[in-house]
């Protein structure tokens, strides 16, 4: 079936369509990464929004039931280069045009992915309208990407939390990084906000000996304090931080309670923006699993996944309150804080990786440290 | 943290000659370090005994030491210029185990020199076999299971209880030498005999076959602060049990899940922790099972490789520039990313292209060679094609193998073999043809990939392929649809495929292509999937929508490649393409470099303004053409593969540079060239040419045997032989498949005894100057490839070289040559012969430059840009201050079952120089050089055939005089008898035990003689020749070898060696 791209400049891109027959709006951004789509389909960060693979072949893997970071695809439509014909992997479950289809998201192939990739680095993510039905006039889609809203001040934590709060207690089983011994007996209790939190961050406190509790991102911050947690963790999550002034006072609320803190993602912004410093768009964001990451205090640098579009403002932060302790080497763009007086850090990458590098998971035994057993 | 400033000066060691398992990309990682190096202010010292390399050029190190790569020279070296430092990783094998022989000897303490790059811990580790499955084990990695034997019992009471197959791998030999499957018990008590001789420390590896594994390998780079970057990851289709070097690969891996790949990545870094591999680059191979993940470390190599190389080649990341880098201190993330330039090295490459690699082989040189692949690398170069796709990429690499497929295709008709299932089953060279020719029969994807063992992802992809070609068949060149068209076209099939599908011609597919708007586009290799802008140039073909890097405003000139290497066209071609690249930014010219091989420095993005990594097809080429719109195509450097392009280019309107297309064919044309010499008045071997079996036969008949004969249009003789009489003569056209009208059989007549020289000259037009003269020293009949070489002659008389010069001169203005010839000549009773002349750049180019230090390929460069010999200052032969010997190296024991003995057609990989002031000392060293240094005393071992029984006399009685005692087979014995010199009797082998195939075994034999007779190889020297290969000892196949070899014995025997660097060389010879 034919499938169209339109984007908000006029481009418009003609290919074939897989996955469900549907027409879709969201921003179009690309993700560099090589292998790993199932994990990047399935990341809730990705609402509202369209990924581009640059990688050529997709699909080749399939998709099976380990590699979820949450119960369903979350992007609003997945565009690749040449989507692989057949499946070959001894794990694969079903093939991704299948599970595209079930879940109802469409999906563009045989489209020039890098003349898409080349637009967005000049132009800035766009919006887009993606269409697999038949006569969709091209035009019409065009339209349709100018006049749709966008994500920019919008509250997308909504639509991706949990609605109740819940226990998770799967860890990551046989897919351990290597050498990591993992710990299964449940000695501290972390508070996780799910503001559409990947799994892989799940796992690994599991792996970590955490008995964790999922809660929904609107969850007054007393009413986490009364779980007596040893930890919170702001999870990653899709849109723009600016659009959720209510969680960001419930975080100033729990900083203030002197609590270990983890921020990743949207987390590291929501307490970035809790102490007062600004966030802005990120041309076209990072989203890839090749960014290295320098550490302040160590000078290393870790090869690190990472999916946002915003990042935190250096100028607005406070040095008193707190230090920036990891930057991007591409871009020199904030990538960790830690607040100086309290037991608070985040960053903005991925340290759960899934999919990525693994250089990063030490934090988490970093931050597990400070929590009382 | 900046460089170290502690140390001022480094010792780079090359690799050597090329040979099978150690080639061009040595080079290439080379060349990238030094200029690094010297960048960041060192003094830099070289070492390599390579003339034909780029990093060898002077201008590349301040000290630059042409020498036999041995522990006592480069210790000479080392006393000399007294470095601070010795960088062991950017010279293959042949670096790190002249680094370890130095530091185990004490050389490197004596003298204060430290070991940077890699420690000899991490390189013991990472070599030692059992070393290294210790370092894995406790890292929590798991290797194989295998024991170390020392000797065969202990080999076979493994294999009896793991089973077999096993895996023999000697311990500390290149490119996998010795290395073996055994399937039985009785092939591995053999097989692990060999090994057991070839591993300097006398131990092989019995390991647990993976055979049907899928294999992996990743380019990893570590610095001092533990970080950490994957540079790339390589998939190969051959599944284990092919050696990686003789597999076909790609990157990016495309069958590993994240989950997997992040586990490799974990595994990479364990293994350069757990081996020590402080700073540098590393390459790393897996083994994974494709029914349940597991997976096995293989081994890695602490340096770059010829994996390394592909990968720079493939992402853009240069892993040999950025190891040189480290070794000197910096960190990965304060070294610039050269393409971005706003990113730094700290990062991994992210590919939204595929990479496809094709080895190449040579096994029809090579008659007797088993073309099975297995451990042991067999290939003499390889392919990389660039495409946005697998099935593009893997299109491209197959047009530009050279190899006769214009894509993915299956085999002519006449080599169809009768069973394809065993052509899948069975790895070897033509292993891609039977999967084209099984799917193109109905058979499933899922057997092809049961046969083959490749992951049934790429077996559909070929099926996909297979399916569009036969789409394609259904229409006609006026019948395809457009839209077909390009979806072919996406899918990287050739014009030249499609006008055979259709039976018209490729000009006609390019018309019909172009009238629908189906043209190429170009994208650029940018590290980064484009997500920063890039910088460098460095270009693909794809049909997609968007073009990068437009052509520039500049005036250009594209410079033809030399393509894949092979035997007969390696790199003294890339050595000139490179130089021509140097020349233009000289002058303010763009260059432009067209080439589709992955070894070398042409290919590296920073020796020209502006690469386009693509086959050289006309096609491919033609495109670029159309786009570029340079000033001119530079041909006379890429060898036959430019020059084949040149007529057809040259019609299709583009300019070519230099000579004309209409000269080239002239001395390519054996009747206009023939015709030529006689209005020149210079004599030629009497010939003829034959289209058949009944003319061939009439021309021999006139002109007399012994004949010589040859297909035209070849380079490195190819099929080339000599005809003793008429039966081989027949034998011979029978063979000749490829006899048109087109391409006829040339016959000459066969100079026996006559001496060969060759020159090669640069001419403007008017004036003609000769770079060089080289005297061949094996007798006329070797090819020129292949002979031991001298510069200057040593036995040519001062008359004879005059009408060298003389013949030169007019042939070249005769052709009004702008640019470089090269011409063969013979003298045979006092008469000089011109046997052929090539106006373009010849295999000696870059041998002749290093001994004279006169570059002529740039000088050429200019000539054929319209400079005059006498505006560049050019205008006299340059004087040559001491004797350079060229010498070959053969590839016989890499090709177990090929007769190691010299002919017409060209055998040897690659090529070293040993220079001195006296000839002997410069032989002495140009053999040690090629790894078979002559012996000072012991036992001469002759056999030779009745013609040379009379002049063996004096060579015999020659090493007895010098105190060799003296071995014979029966009639050599007697002959020597005759004379009253003392000699053993030894029985050749069809005589029976003890014979003199023993005598080698046992070591009693220190240097051997054997010459063969006449056309055909006959099994008792053979015998012999194939000893001396497998126990390594020195073995001479001519008379006039022989006498060189005693002028050598003597000479070193009288006075050792002594080094001097080039640069102190063309100091003291312009002081004179």
Same mark, same amino acid.
């Given at each position: ?373 | ?38 960048? !960041? ?15 060898? *050029? ?378 084209? *020719? ?8 899922? !057997? ?157 993005? *920073? ?60 001395? !390519? ?13 210079? #004599? ?21 045997? #012994? ?122 009773? *006092? ?242």
């Amino acid at each position: 079936m034919r499938g169209i791209l339109a984007l908000e400049d006029g481009t418009v891109f003609m290919g074939w369509g897989f996955g469900a027959r549907a027409t879709v709006v969201g921003e179009v951004v690309f993700n560099t990464a090589m292998t790993g789509y199932q994990e990047i389909l399935t990341d809730p960060s990705y609402r509202g929004q369209m990924v581009v693979m640059t990688a050529s072949h997709i699909g080749n893997v399939g998709v099976n039931e380990e590699d979820v970071e949450s119960d369903r695809p979350q992007v609003t439509a997945f565009i690749v280069r040449a989507l692989s014909p057949v499946v070959s992997n001894w794990r694969a479950k079903e093939s991704l045009e299948a599970y595209l289809a079930r879940h109802g998201v469409p999906g563009l192939s045989e489209v020039d992915t890098r003349a898409i990739t080349r637009l967005i680095r000049i132009k800035g993510a766009m919006k887009g309208a993606l269409s697999t039905e038949e006569g969709i006039d091209p035009e019409a889609l065009v339209e349709m990407a100018r006049a749709w809203e966008g994500l920019e001040g919008r509250d997308m934590v909504r639509e991706v939390t949990c609605a109740a709060p819940y226990e998770w207690t799967e860890g990551s089983g046989r897919w351990q990084p290597h050498g990591f011994q993992p710990d299964p007996e449940p000695r501290r209790h972390v508070v996780v906000y799910d503001f559409g939190v990947k799994r892989s961050i799940l796992r690994r406190l599991v792996d970590r000996g955490c008995r964790v509790t999922v809660v929904p991102a609107h969850t007054p911050a007393d009413e986490v304090l009364r779980l007596s947690p040893d930890g919170v963790v702001l999870s990653n999550g899709p849109g723009d931080p600016a659009g959720l002034p209510g969680i960001v006072s419930t975080v100033r609320q729990l900083l203030e309670t002197g609590i270990p803190i983890f921020g990743i993602c949207l987390g590291h912004q929501l307490i970035a923006q809790a102490i007062g410093a600004r966030t802005y768009k990120l041309p076209f964001g990072h989203h890839g699993s090749n960014h290295p990451v320098r550490e302040g205090a160590t000078g290393r640098v870790q090869i690190t996944a990472q999916n946002h579009n915003y990042a935190v403002d250096p100028d607005t932060l406070d040095p008193r309150e707190a230090v920036i302790t990891h930057i991007n080497l591409n871009d020199g763009t904030v990538e960790g804080l830690a607040l100086r007086d309290r037991p608070v850090f985040s960053v903005q990458y991925h340290p759960e990786a899934h999919p990525g590098p693994h250089d990063a998971d030490p934090l988490f035994d970093q931050w597990v440290k400070r929590l009382g057993s | 943290m900046p460089r170290r400033t502690d140390i001022r000066s480094i010792l780079v060691i090359g690799s050597g000659p090329i040979v099978i398992g150690q080639a061009a990309e040595f080079d290439y990682s080379g060349t990238q370090a030094l200029k690094a190096l010297r960048r !960041e202010g060192y003094r830099v010292i070289l070492v390599n005994s390579n003339p034909a390399t780029i990093m060898t *050029d002077p201008e590349f190190a301040d000290a630059t030491y042409i020498e036999p790569l041995t522990p006592e020279i480069v210790e000479q070296i080392i006393a000399r210029e007294r470095p601070e430092a010795l960088l062991p990783t950017l010279g293959g094998q042949t670096a790190l185990n002249l680094a370890m022989a130095l530091y185990e000897g004490g050389v490197l303490e004596r003298y204060g020199v430290e070991l940077i790059g890699a420690s000899p811990k991490a390189i013991r580790i990472a070599e030692d076999r059992l070393a290294f499955k210790e370092a894995m084990e406790r890292a929590g990695l798991e290797v194989p299971h295998s024991i170390l034997a020392r000797s065969v019992e202990e080999a076979v009471a493994f294999a009896d209880r793991v089973g077999y197959p096993v895996l023999i791998r000697p311990s500390f030999t290149l490119g996998g030498t010795g290395a073996g499957i055994a399937r039985s018990r009785e092939e591995l008590i053999d097989r692990v005999d060999l090994a057991l001789r070839l591993s300097p420390v006398g131990s092989a590896l019995i390991e647990e076959s993976l055979l049907g594994w899928k294999e992996f390998e990743l380019e990893v780079m570590r610095d001092r602060h533990d970080n950490f970057v994957v540079v790339c990851a390589i998939e190969n289709l051959d599944p284990m049990g092919v050696h990686t070097g003789d597999s076909i690969t790609l990157a990016p891996a495309q069958t590993l899940t994240d989950k997997e790949y992040q586990r490799m990545r974990d595994w990479g870094r364990a293994v350069m922790s757990a081996v020590g591999v402080e700073t540098g680059g590393s390459n790393v191979q897996f083994a994974v099972n494709p029914r349940d993940g597991r997976m096995r470390v293989i081994e890695m190599n602490p340096r770059v490789s010829r994996s390394s190389a592909l990968a720079s080649k493939a992402t853009g990341f240069p892993i040999a520039k950025i190891a040189a880098l480290l070794a000197v201190g910096y960190t990965l993330d304060e070294i610039r990313n050269e393409i971005t330039r706003r990113t730094v090295a700290a990062f991994e490459p992210a590919l939204d292209y595929v990479v496809v690699k094709i080895p190449r082989w040579a096994f029809e040189k090579f008659p007797g060679a088993d073309p099975t692949l297995g451990p042991q690398m067999k290939s003499v170069g390889e392919v990389m094609a660039i495409g946005r796709t697998f099935k593009e990429a893997l299109q491209k690499a197959m047009r530009g193998l050279e190899i006769g497929a214009k894509g993915f295709e299956g085999f002519p008709p006449d080599r169809r073999p009768a069973d394809l299932r065993q052509a899948l089953a069975c790895p070897t060279p033509d292993r891609l043809r039977a999967v084209h *020719d099984a799917l193109m029969e109905g058979m499933s994807v899922e !057997e092809v990939s049961a046969l083959t063992g490749y992951d049934p992802w790429f077996v559909t992809q070929m099926a996909e392929l297979v399916e569009r070609e036969r789409a394609l068949r259904r229409y006609t060149l006026s019948t395809v649809p457009a839209a077909l068209l390009r979806h072919a076209k996406r899918e990287g099939f050739s014009d030249a495929q499609l006008a055979a599908f259709w039976g018209c011609s490729e000009t006609e597919v390019r018309r019909r292509r172009e009238a629908a708007g189906i043209r190429p586009r170009y994208a650029q290799v940018d590290t980064c999937a484009a997500e920063f802008e890039a910088y460098t140039p460095y270009l693909y073909s794809t049909y997609e929508e968007s073009d990068e890097a437009p052509p520039t405003d500049r005036p250009k000139v594209v410079i033809l490649g030399s393509g894949p290497n092979r035997i007969g066209q390696g790199i003294e071609f890339d050595y000139s393409c490179c130089q021509a690249a140097f020349a233009l930014r000289e002058m303010g010219l763009e260059s432009i470099m067209v080439n589709s091989n992955p070894e070398t420095v042409s290919t590296d993005y *920073d020796t020209s303004d502006r690469l386009y990594f693509e086959p050289l097809t006309f096609e491919d080429v033609l495109n670029i053409l159309e786009r570029e719109r340079p000033l001119g195509v530079i041909v006379q450097f890429g060898g036959q593969t430019a020059l084949n392009l040149t007529m057809p280019l040259h019609r299709a309107g583009a300019r070519i540079l230099g000579t004309s297309p209409d000269a080239i064919d002239l001395a !390519e044309d054996r009747g206009r060239f023939s015709a030529l010499l006689r209005d020149l008045d210079i #004599p030629q071997p009497e010939h003829g040419t034959a289209t058949s079996i009944e003319e061939a036969l009439d021309v021999a008949q006139r002109i007399g045997y #012994p004949v010589l004969v040859r297909p035209s249009y070849v380079l490195g003789g190819r099929a080339m032989a000599i005809c003793y009489d008429e039966e081989t003569l027949r034998a011979y056209m029978r063979e000749a498949v490829w006899v048109s009208p087109e391409r006829p059989v040339l016959i000459d007549r066969f100079l026996e005894d006559a001496y060969e020289a060759e020159v090669d000259a640069v001419a403007d037009g008017k004036r003609v100057v000769i770079g060089g003269i080289l005297q061949h020293i094996e007798e006329a009949g070797v090819h020129s490839g292949d002979s031991a070489c001298v510069l200057p002659p040593y036995k040519i008389s001062r008359y004879h070289l005059q009408i060298i010069e003389e013949y030169t001169e007019r042939i070249a203005l005769a052709l009004e040559v702008r640019g470089l010839i090269n011409i063969q000549f013979a003298i045979k009773d *006092d008469i000089v012969y011109v046997l052929e002349a090539n106006p373009r750049a010849s295999r000696t180019v870059p041998f002749i430059s290093k001994a004279t230090g006169v570059p002529l390929a740039r000088i050429a460069t200019r000539v054929m840009l319209g400079q005059t010999l006498e505006e560049i200052g050019f205008t006299r032969s340059p004087e040559v201050r001491a004797f350079f010997v060229k010498e070959a190296v053969l590839p016989f024991r890499k090709l177990p079952g090929a007769d190691a003995v010299l002919g017409p057609e060209m055998k040897s990989t690659g090529e070293v120089m040993g220079w001195a002031e006296r000839f002997g000392h410069a032989f002495a060293k140009a053999e040690m050089a090629a790894g078979d240094a002559l012996p000072l005393s012991g036992t001469v071992l002759l056999s030779v055939n009745d013609f040379d029984k009379g002049n063996v006399l004096k060579i015999a009685r020659d090493f007895h005089r010098m105190g060799f005692r003296l071995m014979a087979t029966r009639g050599t014995a007697e002959a020597l008898r005759r004379v009253g010199l003392p000699v053993e009797g030894v029985n050749k082998v069809s005589e029976g035990s003890p014979h003199v195939v023993d005598a080698i075994r046992e070591g009693r034999v220190q240097l051997i003689l054997n010459t063969p007779l006449g056309p055909r190889a006959y099994t008792d020297g053979m015998r012999i020749r194939q000893a001396a290969v497998r126990y390594g000892v020195p073995l001479l196949t001519t008379l006039s070898a022989a006498a060189a070899a005693v002028q050598a014995i003597r000479a070193i025997r009288d006075r050792g060696f002594t080094v001097k660097s080039l640069q102190e060389y063309y100091e003291e010879a312009l002081r004179r």
